[in-house]
């Protein structure tokens, strides 16, 4: 029998971002980005009464609304868990906004994730608005920066738009840690299809419990 090796530290997850169940509030979550799916989709004028429909969804609001915990105790309750983010605009399953994206870490320290937006995320006509690009990076950075080892928080944001940014293609989000220089992390990232770089990103983040550069 092999006995493992004490001397070998235990193997990182690379997980960096929560995964979906089946069921409870993912599931729930996943059926309303259907929905909102399917109302861009819809629209007027396509025969659904939209009236009946708004009808059902305030139902079911008033329902979930009335089981409501107080927004203190929600807040506290969301940092809590797994210790992944499971509430995020970007990676949180628990978040109606979220595609979600999926991050993984990879033995080069960069980060790496695949991701298909569809009319939600729309700007110009059949690509990703351009703000919706930005959210996507900067939390990417900024989980570069947790697999890298020292977080911050973002304190610059630059991108460069080198091409539209399609919808209902898969796209590859990646982000690396570049250096530390006492409390600012330099960290850079690019949202690309098909091999080819749609958005790049150069971010600086301060962690205040860093001493600075002199």
Not at 86 to 110: F, I, Y
Not at 181 to 204: P, Y
Request: hydrophobic share 35%; aromatic share 2%.
């Amino acid at each position: 029998m092999n006995t493992p090796d004490e001397n070998t530290a235990p193997a990182i997850d690379p997980r960096l971002s929560a995964e979906p169940n089946k069921d409870g509030a993912d599931a729930a979550v996943a059926a309303a980005r259907r929905v909102i799916a399917a109302l861009l989709l819809t629209g007027d004028g396509s025969g659904v009464d939209m009236d009946a429909i708004a009808d059902r969804l305030d139902e079911v609001a008033d329902r979930l609304t009335e089981k409501a915990p107080t927004v203190e105790e929600r807040l506290s309750r969301m940092w809590r868990a797994e210790g992944i983010n499971r509430h995020d605009p970007v990676t949180g399953p628990e978040n109606g906004l979220a595609p979600p994206l999926s991050l993984q870490g990879k033995d080069d320290g960069s980060i790496e994730g695949v991701v298909t937006l569809g009319l939600p995320y729309q700007g110009p006509p059949g690509h990703v608005h351009g703000g919706i690009s930005a959210l996507l990076l900067d939390h990417t950075l900024g989980v570069a920066n947790h697999w890298g080892g020292t977080s911050g928080m973002t304190a610059e944001l630059t991108l460069r738009y080198l091409r539209p940014t399609p919808l209902f293609e898969p796209l590859t989000v990646t982000g690396r840690q570049v250096s530390v220089d006492g409390s600012r992390i330099r960290t850079v990232g690019e949202i690309s299809v098909s091999g080819r770089a749609c958005v790049t990103a150069e971010g600086l983040f301060i962690n205040k419990h860093l001493p600075r550069p002199s």
